[in-house]
């Protein structure tokens, strides 16, 4: 669908700077959590420039989340599992999904049970293979690994409304794509929440890049029900509502491939930022930067 777009000429500031590429931000009892790929490490921040490393992930960390009892979730992406982060910061293996994964793990999302929701690449997409649809799996607490959708375009960011309902960034088939949560953890009542544009028609990735109108990447929600979707290929975060109206048009001046609402109010959007994507091209940089930039509605929902 064509999109209006409100385009904003808000401040943008660096808070953080010399990371390789920075993804999955999470918002946590006053610290912004994130994974650095390429150093292989969790870092929080106060947001004031204040860091700290809170975890060492040799397999590459991507998504955050955590259980109720306030142990971190971190997806460790090329050997497939989920680590669980103990009080004293050693790490263990909290689920294994090698048998119900295609390709490496990405982005996830955690909810009020502790079940978590993880999508995966689902084919080598640094190594120039073809693109290939997906699945979504969830771990339960007890480690329990369920496939529990599938045909997804490259599952990335996801957020939990306070509704119950589950909204998937699909990258490479440009849309949002929602599912109900029920009392067992299933997914139900599949929908698009947002297409941007046709879906590209075929299984060459540099022609995709091409065609996305919207590559939606990183995703978090606010309290108006809107999301904010980093767009991996144009530079930029948008606010959606659902049914896809582009609600404003932030431009970041750089790449952006993640974003999470926090701040001690709920309106700092940080946004992780960094020239390209290309693992050839991000492995020995240092280029990538956290940057926020302030809105008016607070955070809500999960993560």
């Known amino acids: 669908m064509a999109m209006e777009r409100q385009q904003s000429s808000r401040d943008i500031t660096v808070v953080l700077d010399g990371f390789s590429y920075l993804e999955c931000p999470r918002w946590r009892d006053g610290r912004l959590w994130v994974s650095d790929f390429y150093t292989n490490q969790v870092v929080a921040t106060d947001g004031r420039g204040g860091t700290d490393v809170v975890a060492e992930v040799p397999n590459q960390p991507a998504g955050l989340g955590f259980l109720p009892d306030g142990r971190a979730l971190i997806a460790s992406m090329r050997d497939h599992r989920i680590l669980v982060r103990d ?23 955690v909810d009020h049970r502790g079940r978590a929701y993880v999508g995966n690449f689902g084919f080598d997409l640094m190594g120039g293979a073809p693109l290939r649809y997906t699945t979504l799996a969830r771990v339960d607490p007890d480690g329990t690994v369920t496939t ?22 699909e990258t490479f088939a440009g849309r949002l794509t929602a599912f109900d949560i029920d009392e067992e953890g299933g997914l139900g ?20 890049v091409e065609e996305l109108d919207v590559a939606p990447d990183g995703i978090c929600a606010d309290a108006e029900g ?20 582009v609600l404003e048009e932030v431009p970041a001046g750089t790449g952006v491939f993640a974003c999470m609402l926090g ?6 959007l940080f946004l992780c930022t960094a020239p ?10 240092r280029e990538a930067e956290l940057r926020a930039v302030r809105v008016e509605v607070p955070h809500d929902g999960l993560p």
């Open 148 to 169: 529990v959708a599938e045909d997804l375009g490259f599952p990335n960011g996801m957020v939990i409304l306070p509704e119950g309902v589950l909204v998937v960034a």
């Open 87 to 109: 009080g004293s910061g050693g790490l263990s293996v909290h689920a294994d999904l090698s048998g119900a994964v295609s390709g490496m793990l990405n982005d996830m999302v």
């Open 276 to 285: 390209s994507f290309a693992e050839h091209e991000r492995r020995a940089a």
């Open 226 to 245: 809107a999301v904010w979707v980093a767009d991996a290929l144009h530079a930029r975060v948008l606010r959606v509502g659902e049914g896809g109206a």
């Open 263 to 268: 701040g001690d109010d709920g309106r700092t």
């Open 189 to 208: 009542n599949r929908r698009v929440w947002a297409q941007f544009g046709r879906p590209p028609q075929t299984d060459d990735v540099a022609q995709a």
